[in-house]
Each structure stands twice: as structure tokens, then as C-alpha cells.
């Protein structure tokens, strides 16, 4: 599987703490396994999935976009709730 990020994806996880990297890294693994365990989004943000998991007892939501044809995995941003969609929507 080939595993690419965006820009914008790259300065959340290079912002993060060592202990809240692993929980994202774990993220990551668990979206590999199985790429189908996020939430598809409608509208505006068509094929694009959110999976959403709790670092340091927080709601973090990585959002994704999955390619069967070539196996790629586009990770495209990180963060809590808050302006998460609306920020999505503009990097996306």
C-alpha cells in the first residue's frame, strides 16, 4: 500500500508530542488494516472518510481518501473538532 500525506497533514503530526504521535501512528496502522473503518462524507467532501479516535482523552479526527485501484492511502489532515470540517473543506 502506498501511503501519502498532504502538507497540511505533515505539520499537524510534526506539531505533536512524542506521546501523542504514537496514538496517531496507531491511527494510521489501524486505517491500513482496514480502510473502510472511517465515516464516508457526503457533499462537498465526497470520498472522503474521517476516522475518529481518542488521543490522550481527546477526540481526534483524521480525515482520508482510499484508492482501490493502486492501493493508496492519502492522509489529508489531523485535529480535534473543533474547524475541523471547515478547514477540511478549504485543503481539500
Do not use: C, W
Amino acid at each position: 500500500m502506498i501511503l501519502e500525506q498532504t502538507s497540511y497533514f505533515a505539520k499537524a503530526m510534526k506539531k505533536l508530542r512524542a506521546n501523542q504521535r504514537a496514538y496517531a501512528e496507531k491511527a494510521i496502522q489501524d486505517i491500513m488494516h482496514n480502510p473502510s473503518i472511517g465515516v464516508a462524507k457526503k457533499g462537498d467532501l465526497d470520498g472522503v472518510r474521517v476516522y475518529k479516535f481518542y488521543m490522550l482523552k481527546q477526540l481526534t479526527l483524521l480525515s482520508y481518501t482510499y484508492t482501490h485501484e493502486r492501493l493508496t492511502l492519502r492522509l489529508i489532515s489531523l485535529g480535534s473538532h473543533e474547524n475541523f470540517y471547515r478547514d477540511l473543506k478549504k485543503s481539500h
